[in-house]
């Protein structure tokens, strides 16, 4: 075996060495980790030996390692040493390159969220839509760390870069150009339709909870309509306090450790007459299936899609060839289940139907139906 593959083969024990540590697990051996190098190995060896063209093994290195932490946890990383600094720059700003918030979905940077007054809003990409390619770089099947570090580089360096955005019923593709734009203040809106206000909150923050707070006070309505889609930004803290001044009252949500029992985040919030309903989907993620946990303890009703499925707290494992990224904390869904890899599924399900807003028309349709059986 060449020098290179060898490396390979090494690098793979390495993380899953390092999986096996950050599970707690005893003994690799007895869970087939050793088989899974083996195999590895074998497939190294017949792809070189069969493939029509000769694939670099550092394309291959990288998708293994990409492979098995994601099968591990679906929004982990394995970030090769070369491109750790490159990473933390991206990783570390105080807000995302051009506005734009990705998870990954179906191999694809998957769209979570667009800042109010950003260069991805001015552009006109939509949570739920993916990214084929950033610059001349295709991002499919890359890892997600490859498609934030390049919009960072491209917003750092030249001030823009070119996106090439599949739409979410993937039936159409178009390139667009963000250009980088001053930072926009970013507020919590209340719309009111037809007398039923809907309550948006685009960042779960800590200054965000005083301007619920204030954006609620003069509210008299019967039934409140919360809209999370596309809602991916903030801290979890934060989002149970926003929660529990939305729908009044004690909320308690409880986060699973790998080590130990966990915790529960608790907060209280003022007495609430009102029903409240929240939008939610794909695009609700991390802070934002925080918040849809809070209101849902307090028994508000989900109408609209699955959430992300994703509201791990990720801590590095550093190695001589890379650093780990894997989930060291996670909320828990009401049915007891990890919300990691599992989303929060809505109690209203609503089918996405092109050029409609089906899931708000439900929400206001059952806020309405509510409003009218209160006042009778």
Not at 23 to 52: C, E, P
Not at 288 to 316: I, M, N, Y
Not at 319 to 332: E, H, P, Y
Not at 335 to 341: F, H, V
């Amino acid at each position: 075996m060449k020098p290179r593959a060898v490396f390979l083969v090494v690098s793979l024990v390495v993380v899953v060495g390092l999986a096996g540590f950050a599970s707690g697990a005893a003994s690799l051996a007895g869970k087939g980790g050793f088989r899974l190098v083996g195999l590895f190995g074998q497939a190294l060896a017949l792809i070189r030996a069969n493939y029509v063209e000769e694939v670099p093994v550092d394309k291959l290195e990288l998708g293994a390692m990409t492979g098995l932490v994601e099968a591990a946890d679906p929004g982990g990383m394995w970030v090769p040493k070369e491109a750790t600094a490159a990473w933390n720059a991206a990783r570390t700003r105080t807000s995302p390159a051009f506005g734009l918030v990705l998870g990954k979905r179906s191999s694809y940077p998957f769209v979570l969220q667009v800042l109010p007054g950003s260069a991805a809003e001015k552009a006109g990409i939509l949570p739920g839509e993916l990214i084929e390619r950033i610059g001349d770089e295709p991002v499919r099947a890359r890892p997600l760390w490859r498609s934030q570090v390049l919009l960072d580089e491209g917003e750092r360096q030249r001030g823009e870069v070119t996106v090439d955005v599949i739409d979410r019923q993937l039936d159409g593709e178009r390139r667009l150009t963000l250009r980088a734009l001053p930072p926009s203040a970013i507020g919590v809106t209340v719309s009111d339709h037809a007398t039923i206000p809907v309550l948006r909150v685009p960042v779960l923050d800590e200054l965000a909870v005083s301007r619920v707070e204030a954006a609620l006070a003069s509210l008299t309505a019967d039934t409140l309509v919360v809209d999370l889609r596309g809602l991916a930004v903030g801290d979890a803290k934060s989002a149970v306090r926003i929660a529990a001044m939305i729908a009044g009252g004690a909320v308690e949500v409880k986060r699973e450790r790998r080590d130990d029992a966990g915790d529960v985040l608790k907060a209280s919030g003022p007495v609430r007459a009102w029903r409240v309903l929240a939008c939610v989907d794909a695009a609700t993620a991390g802070p934002g299936e925080v918040l849809a946990l809070g209101l849902k303890s307090r028994g508000a009703t989900l109408v609209g899609g699955e959430s992300f499925g994703d509201t791990g707290e990720r801590k590095v494992v550093h190695a001589s060839a890379g650093d780990l990224w894997l989930a060291d904390r996670w909320c828990v869904r009401p049915d007891g289940k990890p919300l990691l890899g599992n989303g929060l599924k809505p109690d209203e399900p609503v089918r996405y139907r092109k050029d409609v807003d089906a899931v708000l028309d439900r929400a206001l349709e059952l806020a309405r139906g509510s409003a009218a059986k209160q006042a009778a």
